[in-house]
């Protein structure tokens, strides 16, 4: 599958900070996908995009489709405790059915 | 609506032993999806499958065997486990939409090969 470049890798940030995790491919997505991940759970869907340029928000999170189509964004606004978790970046090819899946960021917010 | 149901959530296995992972959906979701998730990995895909009767391989398919002789069920099997088999699975589903796909997980099964 392609290759897709999450960064960073980890972050430790204090509870109302604001978090920015983004995501790069050598290759075009038409959909990216931003998941979060609870520790002992699946991954669960946060936000979905697909058009390049558009900004979609959920709460306090937003999301960015990057114009290139190679990468994308996730902000969190005001941190909270339960914010803690693995951040997840997929992207859909237009050849393939699948998601090709960073290898995440991992969150820490301490109260 | 139960979404994406895993069975079991924990399993212990000896190398060689034979196993199957049942994943159900009842959200009539066409494709469907078997991941395994590593540390310091992602999610790697396995198999997956577009509809009933149907069934491709994904990233990492060696070892590993699926079905889908129904909408709502997908089977991922171990022949001849091994400890590189070690992992947690996570199967997913997903509908069509003329925009794209988006995925919805079960909550993993946690399997440990001795």
């Known amino acids: 599958g392609q290759q897709l470049n999450q960064s960073p890798q980890s972050m430790f940030i204090q509870e109302g900070e604001d978090v920015s995790m983004n995501c790069t491919s050598s290759?075009?997505?038409?959909?990216w996908l931003w998941y979060k991940q609870d520790p002992g759970e699946g991954p669960v869907l946060l936000i979905a995009l697909y058009k390049a340029g558009e900004l979609t928000s959920n709460g306090r999170l937003t999301a960015q489709f990057g114009i290139t189509r190679k990468d994308s964004f996730l902000n969190i606004s005001a941190s909270i405790p339960s914010d803690v978790g693995i951040y997840f970046c997929a992207g859909l090819s237009a050849s393939g059915y699948a998601l090709n899946f960073g290898k995440g960021t991992s969150l820490l917010v301490t109260p | 609506n139960a979404g994406v149901t895993q069975t079991p959530k924990f399993r212990v296995l000896k190398t060689g032993q034979s196993m199957t992972l049942l994943c159900a959906q009842d959200m009539n979701h066409e494709y469907m999806y078997w991941y395994r998730q590593d540390p310091g990995m992602g999610l790697r895909l396995i198999h997956y499958s577009v509809g009933e009767g149907t069934t491709a391989k994904g990233e990492v398919p060696d070892g590993y065997n699926v079905s889908r002789l129904k909408k709502q069920n997908f089977l991922l099997g171990l022949e001849s486990a091994a400890p590189s088999q070690t992992s947690v699975y996570f199967c997913?589903?997903?509908?069509?939409?003329?925009?794209?796909?988006?995925?919805?997980f079960g909550p993993g099964t946690r399997l440990l090969v001795l």
């Open positions: 997913a589903s997903s509908p069509w939409t003329s925009q794209g796909e988006t995925q919805y």
């Open positions: 290759s075009i997505f038409n959909t």
